[in-house]
């Protein structure tokens, strides 16, 4: 289908420049609050703290009309490496992220297959009940939790009412409590692509499989599974990458020392107003995690094509 | 229609209470009439008269409506175009760096969006003297940014679906490129624009961490104000509001698919 | 065209002293390194209806589309009524097309699709209603102006499809697979229609097809495509009689072909030495060649005559044995092995009920044909 609006296009040149004024636009749109950010973010980064407003040091030293000193440095980067708090945190960001992904997508699975098992016409009433979460309000959700899990909140008060425990159990600011903030938020971003995949899988091929003599557990791992594939990934990167950035989850549930790289980002901006720093850590973030999940999309989306 | 076992739906059950324990939790802790959640005080309503007292609030949700409003108006221009220019243009010099451009923001953290759009409003006033300081203009510039994304994907999607040969035709009968579009694609497209709207506008509302960036003294939207104050921990009048949202969105939602659930039946029949 | 057309004894339709309607001239298009139409020469007549026969990726659609203006030729150029459309958009030629498909704009009702094309043309709302209603009638859909696309059969798509195109008074009509889409029955009788219509109006249509009986049915000349060229171009009968070469003889109607070797030419008649077919085979038309040369034979299944006896003939007769047969109703395809080995395909009418002249599996038979029957092809 594509390509027909070009060839038309082609020749004349005032149907040209509307062609180009439309590419134009969002291309333009794109370059500089999307693209030219990040020269900033990386030209920051190597800069000083300062005490000013901007709070960093010019790159750019004018001496006299002629001669311009650069001052780059990259005490920043040094100090991640050296520091071990930032590598920790990367790391810790990566496990938690890991570790609810893999929940969310035991919990998001059966709820997928739940759907899809529905009549055609009542699938939409229940895709609706699983993003009704999502249409609302993240912050008031994770915050839902801080009622529930506080030592005085309602899951100690019910665990002491039937005597199963005799002490409040320590459950906010806990990794427990991130862990659980996570998968529930991000869940909804887990069921949907599994959803979209194994809706179009045709359950004559199930029938075939059972025909076959493969029983239900079998043809899950041998049919169905293989088939979800591709919504499995799409979803478990759907929640793996903007989990690894978290920021509402740890700053509300978790503990003080709970290191996460987006909370390290927010704090070295807002709280030790250290720009530089906070730069510093972005760009490593990019390079680290979101360069490779975006050669991996493109490697994902041209096998797709090509298949 | 697939078939699984009883393992699958009580499976499904329990992941469904537990997305949904939580929020009724909330919803019914705003009629406590106690400031303690482990304590029932009896049913009131006096949290909702507060949170209609607190002028910081309403404000906030005032300023988070406006600001979502125009940067979804904004998102669904921008994202229609560009979904537009990928389905139906073919390829052009640049293509390939726009559709890397269009779908990076799905995996850019939040935090570092909001940081550099932050560290590219100081650099562009100092340079061109615009935006002055950090308002709600600069929030929606932000928020339409990242929201273009979805909405982008919306339409590319729904483009794909749809016949390009409908827009051939209409061209074949003597409509002009532009003319096509607005008799055509835009009507087949309608749909596809109300929900990438609704979600940009949800996106947008909800957003703490970006607008924390990029919004000045006295622009602080509805999830900041909520943030400080959650903070601190359990805060009742937060539940009404949570509660009155909540009830707003499921409505419509559930408004929404019965409705499409009703014409599928239709259809179906 | 080239020269193994001119070498047909039967002239192309048309006559050749008016100036053509459309004139397609060098058109080669390629996508990327994809020749997808390599070189095509082709005039067309006014009022003329002619089909494009090919097989999918011949770039019968791509010409099509050419014309149509959705895409631009590489090289060469089209001429409409004397007019250069190199650069002329879709929206401004005198050209309509009926798409395979036939994009109905879902969210119109029939008479606003039927109306659509002239309100771009700037035509007064009073005779946008009077054409409109005056063409829905004729495709006998006047009842259905109200109607969504989706609440409609497919028969009834394609006509108000063909009405959307044609309400325009276009110079040329385009028709890309119009009946593709239907079933058989329905198909046929569409055919007729479609005839009619065009009778009627006196538009030029060119109709985009995979279908060879389509073509025949349809056609008052046709072309046939294969790898982006041309093969061959004219009357259907000249086509199925005459075909250029092994591809048009197999792609139109079934055949069986035999390689020769040229044993006597005279401008009359010509004579094969043909081993597959184990016998001498005599051909009614001259053929220029040298003797001695292998040229290839065309012989037409229905044109072949089963036999228990040996006919009086020393030519054009080969004894077999009954291989396969399958009864079609109104004739029965046989398969016939020849004595030396090769397989043949023959069919013969069922005309009457009686049982005297049913060849079974596993008879003796005489398959034999005239002079006329048997055609050498060009290439």
Request: net charge neutral; with cysteine.
């Amino acid at each position: 289908m594509s390509g027909q609006g070009a060839s038309a296009a082609e020749g004349r040149p005032k149907r040209r420049l509307g062609r180009n004024s439309v590419i134009a636009l969002p291309y333009a749109w794109l370059l500089l609050f999307f693209l030219l950010p990040f020269a900033f973010v990386l030209k920051i980064s190597l800069a000083e703290a300062d005490i000013a407003i901007p709070p960093y040091t010019a790159l750019l030293d004018w001496i006299d009309n002629t001669t311009v000193a650069i001052q780059l440095t990259f005490a920043k980067y040094q100090l991640l490496l050296e520091d071990r708090l930032y590598l920790a945190a990367y790391l810790n960001s990566v496990k938690i992220a890991a570790i609810a992904t893999g929940l969310c997508l035991l919990i998001g699975f059966p709820i997928a297959l739940f759907i899809v098992s529905r009549p055609v016409h009542a699938r939409i009433f229940w895709l609706a009940v699983v993003m009704l979460p999502f249409w609302t309000s993240l912050l008031l959700r994770v915050y839902a939790w801080v009622g529930i899990l506080q030592s005085n909140g309602l899951l100690n008060t019910l665990l002491l009412d039937l005597g199963l425990i005799h002490q409040p159990l320590v459950l906010l600011h806990t990794d427990l409590a991130v862990y659980i903030g996570i998968v529930y938020s991000y869940l909804p971003f887990m069921v949907l692509p599994l959803y979209a995949a194994l809706e179009k899988l045709d359950a004559t091929l199930l029938e075939a499989s059972a025909d076959l003599g493969a029983r239900p557990a079998v043809t899950f791992a041998t049919v169905t599974l293989p088939l979800a594939l591709p919504g499995v990934i799409a979803g478990c990167l759907l929640v793996f990458v903007p989990a690894v950035g978290e920021f509402v989850i740890p700053a509300l549930l978790g503990a003080p020392d709970t290191l996460m790289i987006g909370r390290v980002l927010w704090d070295e901006f807002f709280a030790n107003r250290d720009w530089p720093m906070a730069s510093a850590v972005a760009i490593v973030m990019l390079v680290a995690l979101v360069a490779p999940v975006m050669v991996f999309r493109a490697r994902e989306t041209r096998k797709a094509d090509g298949a | 229609m697939l078939r699984t076992g009883r393992f699958v739906s009580i499976m499904a059950v329990a992941g469904l209470l537990f997305l949904y324990i939580p929020i009724l939790l909330m919803m019914v802790l705003s009629f406590n009439a106690s400031r303690l959640v482990s304590v029932w005080g009896g049913f009131s309503l006096k949290w909702y008269g507060e949170l209609f007292a607190n002028d910081q609030l309403l404000g906030a949700a005032w300023l988070s409506v406006k600001v979502a409003a125009v940067s979804a108006t904004l998102t669904v221009v921008l994202g229609t175009l560009a979904g537009y220019v990928l389905t139906r243009f073919g390829p052009f010099r640049g293509r390939a760096m726009m559709a890397g451009m269009v779908t990076a923001p799905l995996v850019m953290p939040e935090v570092i969006t909001g940081l550099s759009l932050l560290l590219l409003f100081v650099a562009m006033e100092d340079f061109i003297g615009w935006p002055q300081g950090r308002s709600p203009t600069t929030i929606i510039i932000a928020h339409a940014t990242f929201c273009m994304a979805y909405v982008t994907i919306i339409v590319q999607s729904r483009l794909a679906q749809m016949d390009g040969v409908l827009e051939e035709a209409a061209q074949d009968l003597g409509a002009r490129p532009w003319r096509a579009f607005v008799d055509v694609t835009l009507p087949m497209l309608a749909p596809a624009l109300v929900s990438g709207w609704l979600l940009a506008f949800t996106l947008s509302f909800d957003d703490l961490v970006i607008a924390s960036f990029v919004s000045g003294p006295g622009s602080s939207t509805l999830p900041m104000v909520i943030f400080s104050k959650v903070r601190l921990g359990v805060s009742p009048d937060v539940n009404a509001l949570a509660t009155l949202l909540i009830g707003f969105v499921g409505a419509c939602v559930f408004i929404y698919s019965w409705r499409v659930g009703r014409r599928a039946r239709q259809r179906d029949a | 065209m080239s020269s193994a057309i001119e070498t047909q004894p039967v002239g192309t339709a048309g006559g050749a002293d008016a100036a053509p309607f459309v004139r397609i001239e060098g058109i080669t298009k390629r996508f990327g390194a994809i020749v997808a139409v390599n070189r095509i020469d082709l005039d067309i007549q006014r009022s003329e209806l002619f089909c494009l026969l090919g097989g999918s990726g011949s770039g019968k659609s791509t010409l099509l589309r050419m014309l149509a203006g959705f895409e631009q030729p590489s090289e060469g150029r089209i001429l409409i009524d004397g007019q250069d459309m190199t650069g002329v958009p879709a929206y401004e030629r005198p050209v309509n097309m009926m798409f395979q498909s036939y994009a109905l704009f879902p969210h119109m009702s029939v008479s606003d699709n039927v109306a659509y094309g002239l309100r771009r043309g700037g035509v007064p709302r009073a005779e946008i209603r009077k054409r409109v209603a005056d063409m829905l009638d004729m495709v006998k859909m006047g009842d259905y102006a109200q109607r969504r696309p989706h609440q409609l059969s497919g028969g009834q798509r394609q006509r108000v499809a063909l009405a959307r195109a044609l309400v325009k008074q276009p110079k040329l009509l385009l028709l890309d697979e119009p009946l593709g889409a239907l079933d058989k029955k329905l198909r046929e009788e569409t055919q007729f229609e479609l005839m009619k219509i065009q009778a009627q109006l006196g538009t030029t249509f060119i109709v985009v097809t995979h279908d060879q009986d389509e073509a025949m049915t349809l056609a008052s000349r046709m072309g046939v495509m294969r790898d982006g060229r041309l093969v061959q171009v004219g009357g259907p009968r000249d086509l199925y009689e005459f075909p250029a070469d092994r591809y048009v003889a197999q792609f139109i109607g079934a055949v069986n072909l035999f390689d020769g070797v040229l044993i006597e030419d005279e401008p009359g008649h010509a004579r094969m030495r043909c081993e597959e077919a184990g016998c001498v085979i005599h051909v009614g038309h001259g053929v220029t060649g040298t003797l001695g040369q292998t040229v290839h034979l065309a012989i037409r299944p229905e044109k072949i005559n089963l036999a228990h006896d040996r006919p009086a003939q020393d030519e054009n007769v080969t004894p077999g044995t009954i291989d396969e047969v399958a009864y079609l109703g109104n004739l029965s395809v046989y398969q016939v092995r020849l004595d030396t080995g090769r397989l043949i395909h023959v069919t013969l009418p069922n005309l009457d009920r009686h049982e005297g002249n049913v060849f079974e599996i596993g008879n003796r038979v005489y398959c034999s044909w005239g002079p006329a029957s048997a055609v050498v092809l060009p290439a």
